[in-house]
């Protein structure tokens, strides 16, 4: 009995280059082309409820870039692989650091396409989840993508007050509520130093959010941070850190 063809997503705002890899990829054969998307936003939302083994990704496109929609997929632990496809030649570096499985450059040929589909077969999601857990992060995020019952929310990164793990979860605090993500607080505190500092094991919080910082007669120390009707604890050993970050935000 033979396997099932394996699924590929096709992601471009060009209608003649979608109708292009269309059309490569019947020629190929053993491949199910399981949708079209024509912006970043509707790329991340048909891999969520399509489940492709590829995305055929373009960079250049409106409002989410390519670089930006691999970044959200790489941090899904069954996400699809990545093939870029792209006319400009100059984004291969970024390209692979967002952990690209393949990079054709349009013109798009055949032969060039159907070696990226083989190279993206040999790897398992297994793999794909150790390349991007390896890999080098190449610019932060300026969105958040989260999973809903019903599609995804994409939340600004300036609208997040603080990251809080519980077990094997990630709380975002917003203005508006929370959401929840499956993320590791350490890898969105290497990819937000800048905006975010830690205050805890469990705590990350937007530097901008906090107003002040409390410390009670027994040694404890507190932040008062926007939207959180609460103080949250600072750890002793992070009290100093969190001081010098307010005195270089107030400089």
């Not at 471009?12 to 079209?36: F, K, N, S």
């Not at 990545?82 to 952990?99: G, H, L, N, R």
């Not at 530097?207 to 404890?220: A, F």
């Not at 992070?238 to 307010?246: M, P, S």
Request: contains cysteine.
């Amino acid at each position: 009995m033979s396997e099932p063809a394996r699924s590929v997503l096709i992601v471009d705002d060009e209608g003649p280059a979608r109708a292009r890899l269309r059309q490569l990829i019947e020629d190929i054969g053993d491949w199910h082309i399981a949708g079209e998307a024509v912006h970043g936003r509707q790329a991340l939302d048909l891999c969520n409820s399509l489940d492709p083994d590829v995305v055929l990704l373009d960079i250049r496109m409106p409002e989410m870039d390519g670089l930006q929609v691999a970044r959200h997929l790489t941090g899904l632990a069954d996400g699809p692989a990545v093939i870029f496809t792209t006319a400009y030649s100059d984004y291969a570096i970024q390209a692979f650091e967002a952990q690209a499985i393949g990079y054709v450059v349009k013109p798009v040929r055949r032969e060039r396409l159907e070696r990226a589909l083989q190279q993206a077969v040999r790897l398992t999601r297994g793999d794909m989840a150790a390349l991007a857990a390896a890999g080098a992060q190449p610019g932060a995020r300026s969105q958040i993508c989260v999973k809903k019952t019903k599609g995804l929310r994409l939340v600004p990164i300036a609208e997040i007050v603080a990251f809080q793990a519980a077990q094997k979860y990630v709380t975002l605090t917003l203005a508006d509520g929370e959401e929840v993500i499956d993320e590791t607080l350490k890898d969105l505190e290497a990819e937000f130093a800048d905006q975010f500092v830690r205050i805890h094991r469990n705590t990350l919080v937007a530097v901008r959010s906090i107003q002040r910082i409390e410390t009670t007669e027994d040694g404890r120390s507190f932040a008062w941070i926007g939207h959180h009707s609460d103080p949250l604890p600072v750890s002793r050993r992070l009290v100093a850190d969190l001081k010098r970050r307010l005195v270089s935000r107030a400089g």
